[in-house]
T-cell receptor, first 109, second 114 residues
Framework: QQQVKQSPQSLIVQKGGIPIINCAYE??????FPWYQQFPGKGPALLIA?????SEKKEGRFTISFNKSAKQFSLHIMDSQPGDSATYFC????????FGQGTRLTINP | NAGVTQTPKFQVLKTGQSMTLQCAQD?????MYWYRQDPGMGLRLIYY???????DKGEVPNGYNVSRLNKREFSLRLESAAPSQTSVYFC?????????????FGDGTRLSIL
């Protein structure tokens, strides 16, 4: 069963726009919620992560919003750039990472 | 600093053949992982090794075996390859198995089973 559900599957945004990727989880024991970024031909790389005692975390242009009661979290990319075009995975973990299905993001110039 | 190195990068096998995927990390990490990535499925954990000398099954272990050769190396073996094992395989490592430790991934092995 899919414990972490991610949407949308694909997303196209104009440069400067704010793409938003959403994830929902089922297991309330999860205590670590990272986002990974993957470029074609490369492995995923940790982008930003949050723990459930925090409702928001910002690192540069990337922000995670976390809603513990709704069991949902999302990634926002401010002032998006063509170089942000990649596949993004949310994940959740207690002792092992469970990944969402991935979102292929395209930022058009 | 190489990080996590996987070999080979590409491989084509025939059904029934066997092969071993190699992974090595140079970050002195205790924990290592093998994932497979399929379209629309995200990454799914096959096996992991929390520390040298231990291995445990993940979500999709059937058809695979692993060996934690030493602290640096963690190999994945397909004994009798099947078309359903066509996938991209990623090895990862982390400082330890606790949830707040980031995992570092290699660049993958693209495996096709004909």
């Amino acid at each position: 069963q899919q414990q972490v559900k991610q949407s949308p599957q694909s997303l196209i945004v104009q440069k400067g726009g704010i793409p938003i990727i959403n994830c929902a989880y089922e297991n309330t024991a999860f205590d670590y919620f990272p986002w990974y970024q993957q470029f074609p031909g490369k492995g995923p790389a940790l982008l930003i992560a949050i723990r459930p005692d925090v409702s928001e975390k910002k690192e540069g242009r990337f922000t995670i919003s976390f809603n513990k009661s709704a069991k949902q979290f999302s990634l926002h990319i401010m002032d998006s750039q063509p170089g942000d075009s990649a596949t993004y995975f949310c994940a959740a973990s207690k002792t092992k990472l469970v990944f969402g299905q991935g979102t292929r993001l395209t930022i058009n110039p | 600093n190489a990080g996590v190195t996987q070999t080979p990068k590409f491989q084509v096998l025939k059904t029934g053949q066997s092969m071993t995927l190699q992974c090595a990390q140079d970050m002195n990490h205790n924990s290592m992982y093998w994932y497979r990535q399929d379209p629309g499925m995200g990454l799914r954990l096959i096996y992991y090794s929390a520390s040298e000398g231990t291995t445990d099954k993940g979500e999709v272990p059937n058809g695979y075996n692993v060996s934690r050769l030493n602290k640096r190396e963690f190999s994945l073996r397909l004994e009798s390859a099947a078309p359903s094992q066509t996938s991209v395989y990623f090895c990862a490592s982390s400082e330890d198995r606790y949830s707040n430790q980031p995992q570092h991934f290699g660049d993958g092995t693209r495996l096709s089973i004909l």
